[in-house]
């Protein structure tokens, strides 16, 4: 029984392997006779043309001329904003507490001497008197206020366009017990 079933399956699989499909071959014939490709055409390759670069005239982007001037002391006119600082004042003057900055400044007096307000600022381990219009910090910071709690500045810091701005800041007086040493 097992040998009839097994021949009898040869014999139908064998029967759907004829004819090599031929009526499907015929009709993909048909059907895609009038079919081409339709591939849009390459543009044409333009030659390369290099672009001059002129490099006189354009500004050296690693040259820090915005953020320091070109000369520490002479300045071009109209350049720099309305509240330049002078350079060459500060050299004159020659102040100890203007080569520290004011972050370092520490008030730890206050005194009126002759109705005239005086703050005692203290740098590193000196000790200094300052009165209104008295310059310190690095800043080109001068003294506007003496009050017995506050010593108030008026500093010109440089921006990024080279330009001097004007900036308030206060020292406020230290008291003993939050100093520990």
Not at 57 to 80: C, L, M, R
Not at 86 to 104: G, M, T
Request: glycine share 6%; charged share 30%.
């Amino acid at each position: 029984m097992k040998r009839i079933l097994l021949i009898a399956l040869c014999a139908l699989l064998s029967a759907c392997a004829g004819g090599d499909h031929e009526e499907l071959k015929q009709w993909m014939a048909e059907n895609t006779k009038d079919m081409r490709g339709n591939m849009p055409k390459l543009p044409d390759v333009k030659p390369y043309e290099p672009v001059p670069y002129d490099v006189e005239a354009t500004t050296d982007p690693f040259k820090p001329n915005k953020i320091e001037p070109e000369s520490k002391y002479k300045q071009v006119a109209g350049k720099g904003g309305a509240f330049q600082p002078d350079f060459e004042a500060r050299e004159v003057r020659n102040s100890l507490l203007e080569k520290y900055p004011v972050e370092s400044l520490k008030m730890i007096g206050y005194m009126n001497v002759n109705k005239r307000s005086m703050a005692v600022l203290q740098v590193e381990d000196k000790v200094k008197q300052v009165k209104v219009g008295d310059y310190l910090g690095l800043d080109f910071g001068m003294v506007t206020q003496i009050s017995d709690t506050e010593v108030q500045l008026r500093e010109l810091i440089q921006d990024s366009a080279g330009d001097w701005t004007e900036r308030k800041s206060s020292l406020y007086l230290q008291s003993k017990e939050g100093s520990k040493k």
